[in-house]
C-alpha cells in the first residue's frame, strides 16, 4: 500500500520474500504506486488545529494529507465480496481511493463512507464487517451513511464499552480495538481474551470466540484486524451488497 506516513517508507521490505514465495506459485503481483512524500502531500498548518476544528475540517473531507498524490492505508478498506468500503482519513486520500477504483473496477465496486470522527485512521475500530450482511458499528463514531446499509438488509451490531483499563498504554489506537477482531470464517472469530463482553455479544449472535490475549500488541499499535491478513481463502466470490 502506498501509505502517507515517512517512517513507513520502507516497511514493505519485509513482506518481500513472502510476496516471491506467492508469485514463484502463481500469484498475480500488484503494488501501488509509491508517494514520494513531499511537502506538498502534507498539510503544514494542520497539527495545530484543535479537537473542534478537526470535527468541522473531517466533516468538510479535509485532513493533515492532501490531494498531492495518490496515499492510503490498507487498513482504511474493508471487503465484503465484491464491494469494498473505505474512508477518506488522515492516511488514506481521495486520489488514492480513487486509485483503487480504477484498479478494481470492473469487478469490485469501492463505496466512500465517512464518520462522525475528528481523526479518522483505519476503519476496523471504527466499522468492522462480522459476516455476511453483519457488521460491528461504533457507538461513538456513528456511520453518516449507515441508512445504505439498512436499505441494503443488513443488521447493524453495536458492540459493548470496551473493559481495557484506563492506564493501559495504547500507541496511536483507541480502546474500541476490542472491536478490532478477526473472523475466521462466518462462525468462528479470535478475540482479545480480556473482553468478556464482547466475548458474550459474539456468543449471543451464534459465533464462537477464540480467546487471545494481545494487550503487548495493541500497546505497539493495532488489534488482530491490524496484525493479520488473510492471504489463503475457501469459498467462491459473492457480492453481499446490492
Not at 47 to 56: A, F, L, N, Y
Not at 63 to 79: G, K, L, Q, Y
Not at 86 to 100: A, F, H, K, L
Not at 183 to 206: C, H, T
Amino acid at each position: 500500500a502506498p501509505m502517507a506516513w515517512r517512517a513507513r517508507f520502507f516497511e514493505y521490505r519485509a513482506y518481500r520474500p513472502l510476496i516471491k514465495e506467492y508469485f514463484r506459485n502463481g500469484a498475480k503481483w500488484t503494488t501501488a504506486p509509491k508517494p514520494t512524500m513531499a511537502d506538498e502531500l502534507y498539510d503544514q498548518d494542520y497539527p495545530i488545529r484543535t479537537v473542534e476544528d478537526r470535527h468541522k475540517l473531517a466533516a468538510e473531507g479535509k485532513f493533515v494529507t492532501t490531494e498531492h498524490e495518490p496515499c492510503f492505508d490498507a487498513a482504511d478498506f474493508i471487503r465484503a465480496g465484491r464491494d469494498l468500503f473505505v474512508q477518506r482519513s488522515q492516511v488514506t486520500n481521495y486520489m488514492g481511493i480513487e486509485w483503487m477504483r480504477r484498479h478494481l473496477a470492473p469487478d469490485y465496486k469501492i463505496h466512500i463512507i465517512s464518520f462522525k470522527d475528528p481523526n479518522p485512521m483505519h476503519i476496523d475500530g471504527t466499522f468492522n464487517i462480522i459476516g455476511p450482511g453483519l457488521v460491528l458499528s461504533n457507538p461513538d463514531r456513528p456511520c453518516r451513511q449507515i441508512e445504505m446499509f439498512q436499505k441494503a438488509g443488513w443488521t447493524i451490531v453495536k458492540p459493548p464499552t470496551p473493559l481495557i483499563p484506563d492506564d493501559h498504554p495504547l500507541w496511536m489506537s483507541s480502546k474500541w480495538l476490542s472491536m478490532n477482531v478477526l473472523m475466521l470464517d462466518e462462525k468462528r472469530v479470535m478475540v482479545d481474551i480480556n473482553e468478556s463482553s464482547i466475548q458474550k455479544m459474539f456468543e449471543s449472535l451464534g459465533i464462537k470466540t477464540i480467546k487471545v490475549n494481545i494487550r503487548h500488541a495493541n500497546s505497539l499499535g493495532g488489534g488482530f484486524h491490524c496484525w493479520t491478513t488473510d492471504v489463503r481463502r475457501r469459498g467462491t466470490l459473492q457480492s453481499y451488497f446490492h
